[in-house]
């Protein structure tokens, strides 16, 4: 797509205007407070970058005590951590960008010190192959639906925090990937087994968290994010995804997110379609209706404009750099805010 189409105003879900279709990736930058307490350096990282995106993304955000992905990850799992949201969204806001919150948990991908002595469940009680992580408990029946009401209550902090959407968080190898996987997910009753069983905790949730948002926030984004296969042999297929991303879109989703590694990525589990990029693959499927977002090596003129999709994020350039696309793509981009200054000071901030 062409650098000024990028940087042109995008539609999002005909109630949201973003003022360009660059997106600040969710960047677990892990450094919150010891509880997941929004910090002041969670502030400045966004401030500084906010100005130049449609869409800010906070990256992990953990839903319940079980659910924490790494140290120093931000935490929605209660109303206590509602007032340093509150002050993120309008850091971001401040910027001209809306913000997002994704919503994670992080299922077997994390282990008891992390979670600071509570339990690491999963779908089935199978250890991943790596990372230091713990064998999970199986979760039972009342467990998931737990986990269910957990994302639902996240939900409700973020609109109550000011943020414009929440994303979920269904890729690289955390839950909602969990139960797709026939590597991780054994389960022998309805969330298990059969495609459509493994669907049901992603659609279930997802269901959930767009009645809730719909029901207190009209316009309120809810996105998925997806890893669109995994590599192992007997592990999740692109097709398997494919129709989980159908099953998304028909529910209403706002947008889909691809987490790949390079955003021209081919597919390696799909050997009739090995020659056509997964973005392309997934549009064809989800229809033009449904926005994709895509990832991975973008950053630069060339990139972008050979990439496919409709929203384009960008991770490490970002982290490095702040102002990358006022330095790649000048004199095309320059950050448009509503405040002066890069960095908030200290005591400004009545934390
Ligand atoms: C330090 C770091 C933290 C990340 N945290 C998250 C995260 O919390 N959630 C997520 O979906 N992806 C996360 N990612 C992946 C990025 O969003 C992005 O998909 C990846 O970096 C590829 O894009 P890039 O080539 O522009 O960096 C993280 C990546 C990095 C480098």
Redesign the pocket.
């Known amino acids: 797509m062409k650098i000024d189409q990028i940087f042109s105003p995008y539609e999002l879900n005909k109630r949201v205007t973003l003022r360009n279709r660059l997106v600040l990736?969710?960047?677990?930058?892990?450094s919150s407070l010891f509880d997941g307490t929004v910090s002041l350096n969670d502030l400045n990282f966004h401030k500084a970058r906010a100005k130049y995106v449609g869409l800010d993304?906070i990256?992990?955000a953990y839903i319940s005590d079980s659910a924490n992905?790494a140290y120093g990850?931000i935490s929605v799992a209660d109303d206590s951590k509602i007032d340093g949201l509150k002050k993120l969204a309008t850091v971001i806001h401040q910027g001209g960008s809306k913000a997002i919150l994704?919503l994670?948990h992080a299922g077997r991908m994390t282990n008891s010190n992390i979670l600071r002595g509570a339990q690491v469940i999963a779908p089935s009680e199978i250890r991943a192959a790596h990372g230091d992580v713990d064998l999970p408990k199986a979760m039972t029946k009342a467990e998931i639906e737990t986990v269910i009401q957990q994302f639902k209550a996240a939900t409700v902090r973020a609109i109550q925090a000011g943020f414009d959407g929440v994303e979920l968080?269904g890729?690289?190898t955390f839950l909602f990937q969990q139960f797709m996987s026939p590597l991780s997910n054994h389960r022998t009753d309805e969330y298990g087994g059969s495609l459509e069983n493994r669907i049901r905790f992603c659609a279930e949730t997802a269901k959930c968290v767009l009645d809730t948002a719909h029901a207190h926030k009209p316009g309120f984004i809810v996105g998925y994010?997806i890893s669109p296969e995994e590599f192992e042999p007997g592990a999740l297929k692109l097709g398997d995804d494919l129709v989980l991303m159908q099953v998304l879109g028909k529910l209403g989703i706002d947008y889909l997110?691809l987490?790949?590694?390079q955003y021209d990525q081919t597919s390696i589990t799909c050997e009739s379609l090995s020659d056509l990029r997964i973005a392309d693959i997934v549009k064809q499927a989800v229809g033009d209706d449904l926005p994709v977002m895509v990832?991975?090596?973008?950053?630069t003129q060339f990139a972008f404009e050979r990439a496919s999709g409709d929203l384009f994020?960008?991770?490490?350039?970002?982290?490095n750099q702040p102002n990358w696309p006022a330095k790649t793509l000048n004199p095309g981009v320059q950050p448009q805010s509503t405040v002066t200054g890069a960095v908030i000071p200290y005591t400004t901030l009545n934390l």
Do not use: D, M, W, Y
């Open positions: 990736a969710p960047l677990n930058i892990q993304i990256g992990s992905t990850a994704q994670v968080h890729a690289n994010r997110s987490s790949l590694r990832s991975g090596h973008l950053g994020a960008v991770g490490r350039k970002f982290l």
